[in-house]
Every structure is written in structure tokens, then in C-alpha cells.
């Protein structure tokens, strides 16, 4: 069974601009959550998507945000992107929403905003 | 609030050596999830376990054991007879809420060193 894959694997991304990153979850999974990840804040929650709905958001401003389609895959945008921007961002996939079982990671698409 | 506490932020051992993660939590919710991940060096991060709260039972999968204590609010790792390939970081993590109200937090994760 296929893992989780995410893409680009890297971005290079200029103050102000946005990016969009795509995450495409195990076959038969429905919930997509996102996740950033820098040495300096750990790996915080973004957001969760299940069924093309989102679920549950952690504490990021609005210029994050996200969306997933029929297929379950799902996309993650951000917008006027900020130095501080510049992490991991890693996408994971459970069969079941609502955060309360077992999640399947991708290798993440590594942003870096100059 | 909700806190999850790694307060190990690198640990060496030499092979074949015994070692425990330590993760301590945080909650005033009477339901929640408890998992540990594991983060090697190309990035992805691994499911371990996921233990829900009202199951205090320890288990053992192989080299790998975890002890969950309601009382002392901590949910500890430990890896048996350790080997170079067990070199990762280590995050435990926690999930409490409901549906549209869940949070996910993680600790900021133990690096272990196994030295040949």
C-alpha cells in the first residue's frame, strides 16, 4: 500500500508570495491533517480535513489555509508568506477524523522563504 | 491548558544499552489519546503507539515498551537492548477535545543517539 506522499519535497518562495503544497493520503484514508514543524516552535497542528470539511484548526493565522477534495487529497496554501514561514510542513493521514487515532506521515515539503 | 513535556532533550547510549523516553502530559479532559512517534534522520515520522485514556494497561511490541501512569500523568518510553538503528527523535504527543474542538500537541521531542 502506497504511504502518504507529498509534494514539491522543496520550495523556494520569496517574502509576499503564496504557495500551495498537495498532500495525497494511503488509499482508503479520509481525514488529512497538516502540520508545521521548525526548530524553533516544534511541530504544531494546522489544520484537519475530513470528507472535504474542515475539522479542527490549531492557532495560525488566516494566511493558512487549506482544502481537500473528493478524492481526499488535499492542498495547503499560504499567502503573503513571512520569513518565519520557512519550516517543514508535513501532511498525515488516518482513517478516521478527529485526531484521536493513529496518523501516517509524509516526508514532508521542506519551504524556504528568502 | 494542555502540555506535553519532553524534558530529555538528548540522550546517548552505547548498544545493546537499555533506555527510557520520558513524557509527561498535561490535561484536565477525562478522555484523551496518548501516541509516541518516531522521527529518523530522513524526515518522516513513524507511528509507534496510540494509547487512549482510560486503558492503563503497558504494552510491549518487541524491543519496545511504553508505561502509562493516570497518577504521575506520564506515558514513558523504553527501548530494550538499544541498536545504532533506533537513532531517531522521539515525540510524544497528545490529542484531547471533541469533534471540530480537537488539539494535537507535541512535545518538543527527545534526540537518542545509539553509538556502535
Known amino acids: 500500500k502506497a504511504g502518504v506522499t507529498q509534494t514539491p519535497r522543496y520550495l523556494i518562495k520569496t517574502r509576499g508570495q503564496q504557495v500551495t503544497l498537495s498532500c495525497s493520503p494511503i488509499?482508503?484514508?479520509?481525514?488529512v491533517s497538516w502540520y508545521q514543524q521548525t526548530p524553533g516552535q516544534g511541530l504544531q497542528f494546522l489544520f484537519e480535513y475530513f470528507s472535504e470539511t474542515q475539522r479542527n484548526k490549531g492557532n495560525f493565522p488566516g494566511r493558512f489555509s487549506g482544502r481537500q477534495f473528493s478524492n481526499s487529497r488535499s492542498e495547503m496554501n499560504v499567502s503573503t508568506l513571512e520569513l518565519g514561514d520557512s519550516a517543514l510542513y508535513l501532511c498525515?493521514?488516518?482513517?478516521?477524523?478527529?485526531?484521536?487515532?493513529?496518523?501516517?506521515f509524509g516526508p514532508g515539503t521542506r519551504l524556504t522563504v528568502t | 491548558a494542555q502540555k506535553v513535556t519532553q524534558a530529555q532533550t538528548e540522550i546517548s547510549v552505547v548498544e545493546k544499552e537499555d533506555v527510557t523516553l520520558d513524557c509527561v502530559y498535561e490535561t484536565r479532559d477525562t478522555t484523551y489519546y496518548l501516541f509516541w512517534y518516531k522521527q529518523p534522520p530522513s524526515g518522516e515520522l513513524v507511528f509507534l503507539i496510540r494509547r487512549n485514556s482510560f486503558d492503563e494497561q503497558n504494552e510491549i511490541s518487541g524491543r519496545y515498551s511504553w508505561n502509562f501512569q493516570k497518577s504521575t500523568s506520564s506515558f514513558n518510553f523504553t527501548i530494550t537492548a538499544s541498536q545504532v538503528v533506533d537513532s531517531a527523535v522521539y515525540f510524544c504527543a497528545l490529542s484531547v477535545g471533541a469533534s471540530g474542538t480537537y488539539k494535537y500537541i507535541f512535545g518538543t521531542g527527545t534526540r537518542l543517539k545509539v553509538l556502535a
Open positions: 498525515a493521514s488516518s482513517k478516521q477524523g478527529g485526531l484521536a487515532y493513529e496518523q501516517y
Open positions: 488509499s482508503g484514508h479520509r481525514s
